[in-house]
């Protein structure tokens, strides 16, 4: 007897579908903030080019696990959401230290599209789609 998949069956539930459209989205702004850096190492004078290019290169792999997980989640792998966890937790340690740097127009939206990824990851619903 051959069971049939509905598409009911494969579709993604609404928290987890928005945590990976919000984690696409932080990829992609973090993509945009390594391009940035790469100009400013570039154009700007450093002190010293080798600090520079530490900071592009953690941002880009940032943007490049954030991009990873997101796909991982879409494919429901399980152990995607402990990394993706992570990371958003340390989006809420980003916005804190943007507090303390003197800029809350840039830790608000950090903060709360963390906190909104760590609530939607951790729902009833993706914790049942991530477990088969």
């Known amino acids: 007897m051959v069971s049939r998949v509905t598409p009911a069956d494969t579709a993604l539930p609404a928290p987890l579908r928005w945590a990976v459209r919000l984690i696409l989205v932080e990829s992609v ?42 796909f991982a989640l879409a494919r429901r792998k399980p152990r995607a959401r402990a990394p993706a966890l992570v990371l958003q937790l340390l989006g809420v340690v980003v916005a804190y230290f943007l507090i303390t740097a003197g800029l809350p127009g840039w830790s608000v939206p950090v903060a709360v599209v963390a906190l909104t990824v760590i609530t939607l990851l951790l729902t009833p619903s993706t914790s049942a789609a991530l477990a088969g």
């Open 29 to 70: 702004v973090v993509a945009g903030v390594a391009l940035l850096l790469i100009y400013e190492g570039l154009t700007a004078e450093t002190a010293d080019p080798m600090d520079a290019l530490a900071v592009v290169v953690f941002v880009a792999m940032m943007a490049a696990a954030l991009g990873g997980l997101a």
